[in-house]
């Protein structure tokens, strides 16, 4: 999963949950220092906020309305989240200080799962019911055997200062990781060995893995990056970009359907596998961090504090949606009962039918 954008619509951090979200990313953009340049949220940022945090934390559980069986759950459940996955009757999110929450009931309760790193942690797939990754901040990449109940520490780079964005599992055993300045690990061990490679030539920040109902394997990054894999990852193809400015996902909609979206509002939609876009109107230059297509075929896709766009006809048209968040999302997701979930700023909220 990526990172929220730095600009909150106003309004958005009216609430000490709000304030609490944009800590927790200050610190995550914080880790983002490229060589030489780039983002550099200093850390006496980190150290200010480190001494307001517990009076700010027990302000909050106070008058936090969250229910959960304990307070620190209340306080993750309401926390930065950046990826979440639904796997049958289970919803697990991840996000800022290592929280991984856990819910056998859709989202209406949570558990706060006990994690081996405090780094934050961005992206998480299960390829079925039992085998679970998430990747993250420090280099690092987490395993589950057990359903997301338990997670141990699989892997973690050299170099602290690699940060993994997003992991898609075909299998049990062949999966990939990408990320921050190009970086692609692959495993065909189930994560007992990793292997990096070089799949593009510039330092660009991967953003985020998709898997079609075909197979192919889909990136999305930095600078108009776009690749495709039909052949179970061992090789990328460059698709050729229809904007030079970052995308943050492709949501594959059939074999050959896909929708693409980014930075300004950018919405392209391609019939042909990528081979050819098509601009879809949008008025509103926002970040779009995310889409998702709901079981009844409905399209959201979502980002920036307040900005939420909805299609009814497979992604040709989209309409603004008003579901009353005013914070920023970064995953969007569907309960086991159809109600749309969102993670971001404000932790998990539930969404009304869109």
């Known amino acids: ?52 945090l517990p009076g700010l934390l027990i302000a909050w559980l106070v008058v936090c309305p969250c229910p959960a069986a304990d307070p620190a759950t209340a306080l993750a459940a309401r926390s930065l989240l950046l990826d979440a996955q639904v796997i049958g009757n289970t919803v697990i999110a991840v996000g800022a200080s290592g929280h991984i929450l856990r819910s056998t009931d859709g989202g209406a309760t949570w558990e706060l799962v006990k994690a081996p790193t405090l780094a934050t942690l961005t992206g998480i797939h ?6 679970g990754w998430i990747v993250g901040h420090d280099a690092i990449i987490l395993h589950s055997e057990d359903g997301g109940r338990t997670w141990t520490k699989q892997y973690q780079g050299e170099d602290l200062q690699v940060s993994f964005l997003d992991v898609r599992f075909l299998d049990a055993q062949t999966g ?45 990054g930095e600078h108009g990056t776009l690749l ?12 050729q970009a229809p904007y030079d400015g970052s995308f ?8 050959r359907l896909l929708l693409a979206h980014g930075l300004r509002g950018r919405i392209y ?5 990528g081979d050819s876009w098509q601009l879809v109107p949008n008025e509103q230059r926002v970040l779009l961090a995310t889409a998702v297509r709901l079981r009844d075929g409905t399209i959201v896709v979502a980002g920036q504090a307040r900005s939420f766009f909805v299609s009814r006809d ?20 569907e309960a086991p009962d159809g109600q749309p979930l969102a993670f971001g700023e404000e932790g998990v909220t539930h969404l009304p039918a869109p």
Do not use: C
């Open 1 to 52: 999963m990526i990172l929220l954008s730095d600009r909150s619509a106003p309004g958005s951090g009216s609430s000490l949950a709000g304030f609490l979200g944009k800590w927790l990313r200050l610190r995550s953009l914080a880790r983002f220092r490229r060589p030489g340049g780039g983002w550099t949220a200093g850390d006496h940022h980190r150290g200010a906020a480190a001494r307001l």
């Open 126 to 131: 299960f390829p079925d019911a039992q085998h």
């Open 176 to 220: 990939f990781a990408v990320g921050a300045y190009g970086q692609f690990l692959a495993t065909t061990d189930g994560g007992r060995t990793w292997t990096s490679r070089r799949i593009i030539e510039e330092d660009y920040f991967l953003n985020r893995l998709s898997i079609g109902p075909a197979g192919s394997l889909y990136i999305a």
């Open 228 to 239: 495709r894999s039909t052949d179970r990852g061992a090789s990328w193809m460059p698709i």
């Open 248 to 255: 943050y996902g492709i949501l594959p909609l059939g074999p």
């Open 269 to 273: 939609r391609s019939e042909d596998d």
């Open 314 to 333: 497979g992604g040709a048209s989209f309409a603004a949606w008003s579901p009353g968040l005013t914070t920023g999302v970064a995953e969007l997701a």
